[in-house]
T-cell receptor, first 113, second 111 residues
Framework: NAGVTQTPKFRVLKTGQSMTLLCAQD?????MYWYRQDPGMGLRLIHY???????AKGEVPDGYNVSRLKKQNFLLGLESAAPSQTSVYFC????????????FGEGSRLTVL | EDKVVQSPLSLVVHEGDTVTLNCSYE??????LLWYKQEKKAPTFLFML????IEKKSGRLSSILDKKELFSILNITATQTGDSAIYLC???????????FGTGTRLKVLA
C-alpha cells in the first residue's frame, strides 16, 4: 500500500523560480492538507482541501497556490520561490467520515537559494 | 486565536528513565487531541483522546487528557534509544477541518 506519496522528495531552487509539489493518495480520502515544518515552529497549515475542486487557505498561505483537480491528487505550487520558503513540506490526508488521525507523506525538502 | 503549546521543547534522558511530555491548548470548541511521533520522516500516529480521564495505552506509552485544565500528557516508561524522536501534539475543533499542531518536544534517549 503506497498511502500518501510526495514528489519530489528533494529540490533546490533559485530565488524567483517556480515549482510544483505533488501529493498523491490511494486511500480514497476526501480531505487533504499541505503543511510546512520549520525548526522550532511545528507543523503549520498552508492550504487544505475538503474535496475535489475545493481548496481553502490555512495559517500561512502567502506565496503558495494549490489545486485539487482529482480526488487523489493535491498540488502545491510556488510561483516565485523565496528563501523564506526553504522548509520541509508534508502532505496529509484523511477520510471525511473519520475525525481521527491524519495520514502523512514522507515529506519534501525544499531549499531556495 | 487557537493555540497549542508543548513543553519541554527538548529533553535528554538515559535509557530506562521515565519521561512526561506536556501539551496544553486554548481552542474554541475542542473536539480531539492527537499525539504523533516523528523520527526522520513522516509523523506516525500514536493516540487520539476525546474524553477526560480515560488513559490510552500502547506498550510503554500512555496518554491522558484533562478537558477541565486543557492539557494532555504523554508518558513513556523505561525509555529506549528508539524512543528518540520529536513528539507532536495536535488539536482538532468542531466545525473546522483543521489540525492545530504544537511546536513539538524533541526527545533524545542516551544509551
Amino acid at each position: 500500500n503506497a498511502g500518501v506519496t510526495q514528489t519530489p522528495k528533494f529540490r533546490v531552487l533559485k530565488t524567483g523560480q517556480s515549482m510544483t509539489l505533488l501529493c498523491a493518495q490511494d486511500m480514497n480520502h476526501e480531505y487533504m492538507y499541505w503543511y510546512r515544518q520549520d525548526p522550532g515552529m511545528g507543523l503549520r497549515l498552508i492550504h487544505y482541501s475538503v474535496g475535489e475542486g475545493t481548496t481553502a487557505k490555512g495559517e500561512v498561505p502567502d506565496g503558495y497556490n494549490v489545486s485539487r483537480l482529482k480526488k487523489q491528487n493535491f498540488l502545491l505550487g510556488l510561483e516565485s520561490a523565496a528563501p523564506s520558503q526553504t522548509s520541509v513540506y508534508f502532505c496529509a490526508s484523511r477520510p471525511r467520515t473519520a475525525t481521527g488521525e491524519l495520514f502523512f507523506g514522507e515529506g519534501s525538502r525544499l531549499t531556495v537559494l | 486565536e487557537d493555540k497549542v503549546v508543548q513543553s519541554p521543547l527538548s529533553l535528554v534522558v538515559h535509557e530506562g528513565d521515565t519521561v512526561t511530555l506536556n501539551c496544553s491548548y486554548e481552542v474554541t470548541n475542542f473536539r480531539s487531541l492527537l499525539w504523533y511521533k516523528q523520527e526522520k520522516k513522516a509523523p506516525t500516529f500514536l493516540f487520539m483522546l476525546t474524553s477526560s480521564g480515560i488513559e490510552k495505552k500502547s506498550g510503554r506509552l500512555s496518554s491522558i487528557l484533562d478537558k477541565k485544565e486543557l492539557f494532555s500528557i504523554l508518558n513513556i516508561t523505561a525509555t529506549q534509544t528508539g524512543d528518540s524522536a520529536i513528539y507532536l501534539c495536535a488539536v482538532t475543533t468542531s466545525g473546522t477541518y483543521k489540525y492545530i499542531f504544537g511546536t513539538g518536544t524533541r526527545l533524545k534517549v542516551l544509551a
